[in-house]
């Protein structure tokens, strides 16, 4: 990262699971680097039964936080370890607003009361949305929460649980 972070446009990590028993650098390890130069993780591909690729890019001006992320750059800064590329993003996520604001992993998220009292509503959309998986849960979390107007939250929230009530998940 540190010779090639201004430079390259993404990077493709090989890591090996646990299963593995090849030494090699976690996922974890890979976000907590990418976070201290300014980039961020991207897609997962699977690779073979022993690996994954993960790609990492710069990232992006504006881009949303994770809570996650916001507590890694947090230590990285509190260690010393934030470099001055991962530092211009901190502190413009800071000043702008985003770094309060940001999104709760699948794990954590909480559903807006509002989303769920419309859901109350519509039994229909109700019954399908208790099917989902925790991550279609989350793709519907992170529609209502990374919505700048509350006017666009809504029409979002709307339009969310018309799609339950069809049977769409997103």
């Not at 925790?134 to 709307?158: C, D, G």
Request: proline fraction near 2%; glycine fraction near 4%; charged fraction near 25%.
């Amino acid at each position: 990262m540190q010779a090639h972070h201004a430079s390259e446009t993404e990077l493709w990590v090989r890591i090996f699971k646990k299963a593995s028993g090849q030494a090699s650098v976690t996922w974890n390890d890979c976000l907590v680097a990418a976070i201290a130069w300014g980039w961020s993780d991207g897609k997962r591909k699977s690779l073979d039964d022993t690996s994954f690729l993960q790609s990492l890019t710069p990232r992006r001006a504006r881009s949303n936080w994770s809570q996650k992320n916001v507590q890694h750059a947090e230590r990285l800064i509190a260690q010393g370890r934030m470099q001055a590329a991962g530092l211009v993003h901190a502190e413009a996520a800071r000043s702008d607003g985003r770094w309060a604001t940001a999104y709760a992993g699948s794990a954590t998220m909480v559903m807006p009361e509002d989303f769920l009292a419309a859901l109350q509503q519509d039994p229909v959309a109700h019954d399908f949305y208790v099917t989902l998986k925790r991550q279609s849960q989350f793709t519907i979390y992170h529609r209502l929460h990374s919505a700048k107007r509350p006017e666009t939250r809504e029409r979002r929230l709307v339009e969310l649980v018309a799609k339950l009530a069809r049977g769409e998940s997103s």
